[in-house]
């Protein structure tokens, strides 16, 4: 069992940054693979980045790739999503999750509850 908590999230003007954290529980941190995704108002959940188990791979949606970077501390439990340049459109709830491997689609086995980042034009 894993459990995921988020932080990080806020209200920040369009061009600002913000860093995402998310502190896992348990002793099997280093083998999950650990994923963030996100879910604006009215649409479905989506895929934004990814990191495997021994944070030598990172993967991206097109949508935040450049501007979006994950990494992971395996001797912290953490996982983090550092967000540069953030445009409206990236205003959502954003989701920890944790999974055997890394896949794009949403069927990871551990959540987060979420931390919702604003983005203001």
């Known amino acids: 069992q894993v459990q995921l908590v988020e932080s990080g999230g806020g209200l920040v003007q369009a061009g600002g940054s913000l860093r995402l954290s998310c502190a896992a529980s348990?002793?099997?941190?280093?083998?999950?693979?650990m994923g963030w995704f996100r879910q604006a108002p009215g649409k479905e959940r989506e895929f934004v980045a990814a990191?495997?188990?021994?944070?030598?791979?990172?993967y991206y949606a097109d949508s935040v790739k450049g501007r979006f970077t994950i990494s992971r501390d395996n001797a912290k439990n953490t996982v983090y999503l550092q967000m540069n340049s953030l445009k409206p459109e990236d205003t959502a709830v954003y989701y920890c999750?944790?999974?055997?491997?890394?896949?794009?689609?949403?069927?990871?086995?551990?959540w987060g509850q979420g931390t919702q980042v604003t983005v203001s034009s």
């Open positions: 990191i495997n188990s021994n944070g030598k791979n990172t």
């Open positions: 999750a944790a999974h055997p491997f890394v896949t794009r689609r949403g069927s990871w086995d551990y």
């Open positions: 348990g002793r099997t941190f280093s083998s999950y693979a």
